[in-house]
Each structure stands twice: as C-alpha cells, then as structure tokens.
C-alpha cells in the first residue's frame, strides 16, 4: 500500500519563508508523510514536517528535502539545510 502524502498549501508554506529560509519541526518515523501549519498552541512560525524515514545516515533530512520540493513545485536541489541537520528543528535554504 503506498504511503499517502499531505501537504498545506503553496503560498502558506512561502508565508512563513524569512530572509529565503524556512525552520521546520521534523517529526521522523511517522505514520505518515506530511506537512502542516503551525497551530495556534504551537511554535509561530515553524512548518510542522512528519516523514516516514528513520533519522539514519540522513534518510529523513533527504525525505523532508523530497516533501518540501514537491510541496513547493521546485526541484530537489534547489533546497538545502543550512541550520539544525542532526537536530528536529532544521532551517532550509529556499531559493527566491
């Protein structure tokens, strides 16, 4: 059975983007994949990202690069972590 994949938005998921970078909460070994905006108990600001990877030899930071590239309609490479690669709070590059 394929893992279904849910996403906020385009333009909500760009909102939050900040001098052309995005702190996301990764979630790793989830249910399944997907991203969702912060909730109003939640951290302001910070995407909410769940994959289905393990956090081994970057599996899940390669997943949340594959989710975010898809939500957003831009190539792979074109997004790279700058900040927070062995941590859960990542911040991304997102090009202009």
Same mark, same amino acid.
């Given at each position: 059975?394929?893992?279904?994949?849910?996403?906020?938005?385009? *333009?909500?998921?760009?909102?939050?983007?900040?001098?052309? *970078?995005?702190?996301?909460?990764?979630?790793?070994?989830?249910?399944?994949?997907?991203?969702?905006?912060?909730?109003?108990?939640?951290?302001?600001?910070?995407?909410?990202?769940?994959?289905?990877?393990?956090? *081994?030899?970057?599996?899940?930071?390669?997943?949340?690069?594959?989710?975010?590239?898809?939500?957003?309609?831009?190539?792979?490479?074109?997004?790279?972590?700058?900040?927070?690669?062995?941590?859960?709070?990542?911040?991304?590059?997102?090009?202009?």
């Amino acid at each position: 059975m394929a893992k279904k994949t849910l996403f906020s938005p385009r *333009e909500e998921i760009l909102s939050l983007v900040s001098g052309g *970078e995005l702190t996301v909460k990764v979630t790793p070994n989830a249910g399944e994949n997907s991203i969702s905006m912060p909730d109003k108990n939640g951290p302001c600001g910070i995407l909410l990202v769940r994959v289905t990877a393990t956090p *081994e030899d970057g599996k899940a930071n390669a997943a949340v690069l594959k989710l975010l590239s898809k939500a957003l309609g831009l190539p792979k490479t074109s997004l790279a972590i700058v900040r927070g690669g062995n941590a859960r709070t990542k911040t991304i590059a997102i090009p202009d």
